[in-house]
């Protein structure tokens, strides 16, 4: 079975931090996501990477940034942590590269609490 | 731009009855697919369908078919034969551009009544 494994279940953070979230997948997929969800906005894409290295802006990028510099390891950083990062982050990983019919596959979550 | 609209927050159905989830989407890519994911209240995504933009016929997985209109853009999911264990959240999402790009829209909840 295809794993995704983000780093913690829950965070608590304080204002200005920097906050690094982990994801990690064991099915050699190209692509990987980072998205937050909130009520009533779904998810919304901050960040993919469909290769090693590689990264592309999703829809919302502001007050993040991302960082793959191995295939199975996807990170998110928020470089200065404000109360409306308050939010679900869900990570996710797919095959396929560009290709546009695979699905993807999502790690448990984050719930990230900025104070 | 791709974009996914799905325009009911929620929905409510009668136990056994069938239900249509709305998602229509707007992309200038030619190759595309389209899916449906299925959030439970455990917050696990877990997939449940999916429909390429070239495919000929709707798609369907047991109780799940996606009624793929391409002309209206649109990509309904019909779920037949509603049981409890059916109510959660409802995503639509699509895969496209020459990057593998993958969005979602906003959700629909669903409650199926006993």
């Known amino acids: 079975d295809v794993k995704v494994t983000q780093s913690s279940r829950y965070l608590v953070k304080r204002t200005g931090e920097k906050v690094f979230l982990e994801c990690v997948q064991d099915m050699d997929h190209e692509n990987m996501f980072w998205y937050r969800q909130d009520p009533g906005l779904g998810l919304r894409l901050i960040y993919f990477s469909y290769d090693v290295k590689m990264k592309e802006k999703g829809d919302i990028p502001e007050g993040y940034s991302v960082s793959r510099e191995k295939k199975e390891r996807f990170s998110l950083i928020l470089e200065s942590a404000s109360t409306n990062q308050t939010s679900m982050y869900l990570c996710?990983?797919?095959?396929?590269?560009?290709?546009?019919?695979?699905?993807?596959?999502f790690g448990q979550g984050t719930r990230l609490t900025v104070v | 731009a791709q974009k996914i609209t799905q325009t009911q927050p929620g929905m409510f159905v009668q136990e056994k009855e069938a239900v249509t989830l709305d998602c229509t989407y707007d992309t200038s890519d030619p190759s595309y697919g389209l899916f449906w994911y299925k959030q439970p209240s455990s917050g696990e995504m877990i997939f449940l369908i999916y429909?390429?933009?070239?495919?000929?016929q709707n798609a369907t997985e047991g109780r799940y078919s996606l009624n793929f209109q391409k002309a209206r853009k649109s990509a309904n999911l019909v779920i037949s034969a509603s049981q409890l264990g059916d109510s959660a959240m409802y995503f639509c999402?699509?895969?496209?551009?020459?990057?593998?790009?993958?969005?979602f829209g906003q959700g629909t909840t669903l409650q199926v009544k006993p």
């Open positions: 429909q390429g933009s070239y495919d000929q």
């Open positions: 999402a699509m895969k496209g551009g020459n990057t593998g790009k993958l969005i």
């Open positions: 996710a990983s797919s095959s396929g590269g560009t290709g546009v019919n695979t699905e993807a596959f």
